[in-house]
Structure formats: C-alpha cells, structure tokens
C-alpha cells in the first residue's frame, strides 16, 4: 500500500472506532441541525478531529477541506477532503449505511481515496495508477454491457428541493430503463459500490465535494467513467454526477440528457469565470 494512504487508513479507522462506540447509544448524543433536514452531532466533529489529527501529525503542511471544520491551508500543494460520517440520517436512525471518506487532492489531482464502512469492516482504497481494492482485493466495475440488465444507486433530494421535479423525471425514465434502482443513504459508498461491480452506475445531483472525491476515485481506479451530467468534468465543483462502466455511463448520459436544465449543464465557462474572480480576491487580500 502507498505510504500515504497507509496513514489515510489509519485516519479512517480511528474514525471509524468513535462512530461504532457512538451508535451503541444514539439517543444520548446532541443533534444539531445544520440546516433543513442537515444534521450533525458531536460524533460527526470528534471522527473530523481524529481524522485532521491523524493526517497532520504525518503532513503537519498539508491543507483540509472537511465537511465539519471547513477549509485550513489551501495554498498546500496537497488538499485532503473528508467527510467523516457520510450518511448521519441513517447513522441517527440506526440504519447501519454510512462510512467515512477521505480522499487526498495534489496539485488539483485525486490520488488516494480511503471509503471505510465501520458496520461491515469494509475497507475500499486506491491510489491514482494502482488500482482500487477492497480489503486486499482488486475490484473492478461490472462489464454488463446494457442499462436495461443494470441496477443503478442514486440519492433522492430530501434538503433543497431546486431540482425535485427535474430529478423525478429523471428517475421515471432511470426506472424503465434499468433492472431497478437503489437507494441506500450514503453516496460515498454509492461509488464505492460502483467501483466494486456492485452496482452498474450512479446518479446524484447536488452533491458535495466531500461526499464524492474518495468514491470517485475507486470508480475510475476500478476501470470506470466519472462525469457530470454531460460527461464532462465539471463534477467534483457542481457536485452533479454520473459514474458506471463505461458502457452504462453513456447510456446513463443520453437517458439523463432530455431532463437537463440550464442548471444542471456543464457550466465549464462559469466555473472559469469563477475560478479568475477567486484569484483576484486572493491577490487584493
Ligand atoms: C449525504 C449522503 C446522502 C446524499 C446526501 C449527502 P451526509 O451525506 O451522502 O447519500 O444523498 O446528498 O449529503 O450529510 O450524510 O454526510
Ligand atoms: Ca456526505
Ligand atoms: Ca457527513
């Protein structure tokens, strides 16, 4: 294993042990509300910290963007994204379908990804070039040549409900064209059951970056396409992705494709233009 992601492991383990003491006795803990239907609990910030502690202690320069804490030195050449408890609805209802995801960003480019999930002791990693493993297993995404034949995860709009109509039209046509579509609660394991053939693709809109940069990452170390919903790369900043074997990928683009709004195109030149406007905000500061 790659010396960095040994410590990512690590990271994600320790986090992994304060989130299984924890749902021994969910009712005890504080739950905040972030927003509409957004919690966090004191779980959510503890597994953070562990997760921070661990990857600075090792790279006391590296730069976070975490879903608790917020962002600290992005100037690093090397960004880690976490989101310690991905899937805290179901972890709060004691669905057991949530992990912790951590992923490691050089110079703009994914190149290790750590998804762990504490109820099955499942432990998906890749480096970029190296290949995605399960355990100490290579998988691979499916090679099910047909949507038709495919299951496919997705996640339904239950905090901002901008593109509730878009997405159920999506979803009408995604229910006819597949085997059947599926809906467990936490997108980083979405992709990770991507990667490992478990699924044939995904869908989600909206998403964050750390919901998806580590699962993203398994799904192309495992021979898969990543893309946003014109399969282009606008996907880590829109959060709006499609992941599958390459043949189920594009069959997902063109039955997603009628449904597209302005919203939920590429926006390549925005991105640009907001990409400049960031910098000249930093050089007047
Ligand atoms: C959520 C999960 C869920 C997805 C949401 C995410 P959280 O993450 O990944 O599957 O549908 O959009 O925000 O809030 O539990 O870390
Ligand atoms: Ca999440
Ligand atoms: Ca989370």
Redesign the pocket.
């Known amino acids: 294993m790659h010396p960095i992601l040994t410590i990512a492991v690590k990271a994600a383990r320790r986090a992994g042990n304060i989130i299984t003491r924890a749902s021994q006795d969910v009712g005890a803990l504080k739950i905040q509300s972030k927003t509409y239907n957004?919690?966090v609990t004191e779980v959510?910030r503890a597994a953070e910290r562990e997760i921070i502690e661990t990857l600075r202690d090792a790279y006391p320069d590296h730069g976070f963007i975490g879903?608790e804490s917020g962002t600290s030195n992005l100037e690093s050449d090397n960004i880690w994204i976490i989101?310690p408890?991905?899937?805290?609805?179901?972890?709060l209802h004691g669905f057991p379908q949530?992990c912790i995801s951590i992923a490691l960003q050089q110079n703009g480019v994914l190149t290790q990804a750590v998804v762990y999930d504490p109820n099955r002791n499942d432990l998906f990693t890749a480096t970029r070039g190296r290949g995605a493993y399960l355990n100490d297993k290579r998988i691979r995404v499916t090679s099910r040549p047909k949507l038709q034949d495919s299951i496919i995860g997705t996640?339904?709009?239950?905090?901002d409900f901008q593109h509730l109509d878009t997405y159920l039209a999506m979803f009408k046509d995604m229910i006819k064209k597949t085997a059947g579509l599926r809906?467990?609660?936490?997108?980083?394991l979405?992709l990770a059951y991507v990667a490992a053939g478990w699924y044939d693709g995904f869908w989600?809109i909206?998403?964050?970056k750390?919901?998806i940069a580590a699962g993203a990452l398994l799904v192309q170390e495992a021979g898969g396409i990543v893309g946003d919903f014109e399969g282009n790369d606008s996907w880590l900043e829109t959060g709006n992705i499609v992941a599958g074997n390459p043949k189920v990928f594009s069959q997902m683009l063109q039955t997603l494709a009628p449904h597209l709004t302005d919203a939920l195109r590429s926006k390549i030149a925005e991105k640009i233009v907001h990409t400049d406007t960031a910098e000249q905000t930093d050089t007047e500061e």
């Open positions: 957004d919690f959510d879903e989101d408890l991905d899937g805290t609805t179901n972890f949530y996640g339904f709009p239950f905090r809906r467990p609660g936490s997108a980083a979405d989600e909206g998403l964050s750390w919901d």
